[in-house]
């Protein structure tokens, strides 16, 4: 017998220590609700844990950051109702003031609300704002360089049995199906458009070439993809032609509606816009990683981008005109607003998709980092019972040396 080194007791001590080590860590994950708590409870997790918290809260501010999106492109939008609805009151205008019932004096009474439409446009331009971004100025466009308006024929008219070109004379055109318009070579067809802000007219006859009605236009003449021409007028946006309209009446000054009516197919396909250097196009940043962003421009919607600056009808045949250039304004705008939408849309069903991400990844993450109640609650009641039943070996091992005490007697 040894009482110098008591060996029971110092295992029973060292279970002891560790039962009680282990109750310790059982008690702490029960009481953070978390299985890794420190490094050291799982260190390759505890790394795999941290990069989907990052993934998570970059989801939750990408969702934030798409709603944002929304709420911006619903204030622009909601701006551009206000513009379509004065558009069309100016429509109305010019359809009124078209009209020969109306005396001069009511024309200079339409002209004068006309005018009050135009600035009404231009305000909503300059103050719709969004975290002090103004929205429709412009400055939101994307880059590009300065380009002419491009007025383009459609196939209700043909150049008979070859494309319209520079030598085509306009009492050659014929319709799709290869008939004439009725336009003789003693016609007159009367071209008008704005541009600037300006109404213009000129009078061609049915033997000048689509070359002259260029060079009165101040356009160059030129052919799209499918072969339909088309007139570019010099670049920039004070340039821009809006309202083609052309007007057939034969030698006797009778109207040739037909022949009207197919040139009436000369429709502005896109208009011009001044130089714009920087790329002022909006990233919405919709995910958790680097450059998972959206772009969204939005163009000039004031009254000179839209054509209307200036828009005269104290006249009828400036009031006709300016019926077709409010109608181009109207489906700019219309065009616009169809792109803010459909952006919307988009961003909606993001904000779905960054929802369900995060859902799933929140799921994978708490099975890494967070405890099982359940089984560590059992682990602490072994650990538990394991520790008081160390105490009470570790009082019995120190109780073996007291017999050494027996040898005395």
């Known amino acids: 017998m040894r009482i110098n080194h008591n060996i029971a007791a110092l295992n029973t001590h060292r279970q002891l220590v560790g039962n009680t080590n282990a109750a310790s860590k059982s008690l702490e994950k029960l009481s953070s609700g978390l ?46 109702n206000e513009t379509h609805s004065i558009l069309q009151r100016m429509r109305e205008l010019s359809v009124q003031s078209a009209s020969d019932t109306n005396t001069d004096q009511d024309r200079k009474n339409l002209q004068d609300e006309m005018n009050q439409l135009v600035k009404e446009i231009d305000r909503i331009r300059d103050t719709t704002e969004f975290n002090t971004k103004s929205l429709l100025d412009g400055s939101l466009g994307a880059k590009h360089a300065a380009s002419g308006a491009n007025i383009q024929a459609n196939t209700a008219i043909s150049g008979g049995t070859s494309q319209i070109g520079n030598s085509t004379k306009l009492q050659d055109l014929t319709d799709v199906n290869g008939k004439s318009l009725g336009i003789s070579g003693g016609a007159t067809v009367t071209v008008s458009w704005v541009s600037s802000g300006t109404f213009h007219t000129v009078d061609l006859k049915g033997t000048d070439t689509f070359s002259t009605l260029a060079t009165k236009l101040g356009a160059t003449l030129g052919k799209d993809t499918s072969g339909h021409v088309t007139f570019t007028s010099k670049t920039g946006l004070a340039n821009a032609i809006h309202g083609l309209t052309l007007t057939v009446k034969d030698s006797s000054g009778n109207a040739v509606n037909s022949a009207t009516k197919a040139l009436s197919s000369f429709t502005e396909t896109s208009g011009a816009y001044n130089k714009q250097v920087n790329d002022g196009s909006l990233l919405f940043h919709i995910g958790a990683n680097t450059d998972q962003n959206v772009s969204l421009s939005i163009n000039d919607m004031g009254a000179e981008a839209l054509g209307v600056k200036d828009l005269k009808i104290d006249k009828q045949n400036k009031a006709n005109v300016a019926i077709k250039v409010v109608d181009e304004a109207i489906q700019k705008v219309s065009a616009e607003r169809s792109k803010l939408g459909a952006m919307q849309n988009r961003l909606e069903h993001t904000i779905n998709n960054l929802g369900t991400a995060s859902e799933n990844l929140s799921a994978s993450e708490s099975r890494i980092r967070d405890v099982d109640m359940a089984q560590e609650m059992t682990q602490f009641t072994k650990n538990n019972i394991l520790t008081q039943a160390a105490q009470a070996m570790l009082a019995q091992a120190n109780q073996q040396p007291q017999g050494v005490l027996q040898l005395l007697g």
């Open 35 to 80: 299985r890794i708590n420190r490094a050291g409870d799982d260190a390759a997790g505890l790394a795999i844990s941290e990069k989907m918290r990052g993934q998570i809260r970059g989801l939750d501010q990408a969702s934030r950051n798409a709603q944002d999106g929304i709420s911006l492109i619903q204030t622009g939008e909601g701006a551009l």
